[in-house]
């Protein structure tokens, strides 16, 4: 069946660092991919989606590449802001279906 | 401004009652969907809708029940029969077709 495998948090970084979140699904077909951030006591936003093979989704300066040969869609920033700290979660959405698979999240904190 | 509204925000219930979690959507969206959040395991599929009348359990919707009578209303019903309610649930609905969802603010259920 369809699955997502996220990268396990916490993350912590100081502020300007790189991030990378780290995310790789398995699935049938050719599915959406998907990144939503999720702030604290709130509901889930949209990051970034790419669709097909070789997309890179970007937002925010946040960007991720869809990977086929690899099946992964890891999530990077340059420089993180302390306002970046959330919980981060990989989605992907199979071929004709509606509903989303979510990975189990990565809570990213970023210190000044 | 569109969006989705989930009410109340917080909500307690005493063990053995039934209790009903309100989402509205004004996106004129066919499709709409409840998820369960729970700390480290992403979000779970309890039930989804793709038109009025018309809905299909997702992956955990034992101890759940849902009603779509109008397109723009998607309650659920979180009935005595599930063990382990206490837990962080969002709605969400999409375009019917397009996977990219758009999520409620959430409402957190304690069983006391």
């Known amino acids: 069946g369809d699955s997502v495998t996220q990268m396990e948090g916490p993350v912590t970084l100081s502020e300007e660092a790189f991030l990378t979140i780290n995310c790789t699904y398995t699935a049938t077909g050719y599915p959406s991919l998907f990144w939503y951030v999720q702030y604290p006591g709130e509901g889930l936003q949209l990051l970034l989606k790419?669709?097909?093979?070789?997309d890179k989704g970007s937002n925010k300066g946040f960007e991720a590449t869809y990977r086929k040969e690899t099946t992964s869609f890891h999530l990077e920033k340059g420089s993180v802001q302390v306002s970046d700290s959330a919980v981060y979660f990989c989605a992907l959405s199979s071929t004709g279906a509606n509903n989303l698979f979510f990975g189990t999240g990565t809570r990213l904190t970023v210190i000044p | 401004d569109g969006g989705i509204t989930q009410s109340p925000k917080y909500l307690f219930r005493k063990e053995g009652q039934n209790v009903t979690l309100s989402c509205e959507q004004n996106l004129n969206h066919d499709a709409m969907y409840w998820y369960r959040q729970d700390p480290g395991q992403g979000l779970r599929l309890i039930y989804y809708s793709q038109i009025v009348n018309d809905f299909q359990k997702g992956d955990i919707a034992e101890g759940y029940s849902v009603s779509r009578e109008k397109k723009e209303s998607f309650p659920l019903t979180v009935t005595s029969a599930q063990k382990n309610p206490t837990a962080f649930y969002l709605c969400a609905s999409s375009i019917l077709g397009d996977a990219e969802a758009f999520f409620g603010q959430g409402t957190r259920l304690t069983v006391v």
């Open positions: 790419a669709t097909k093979a070789d």
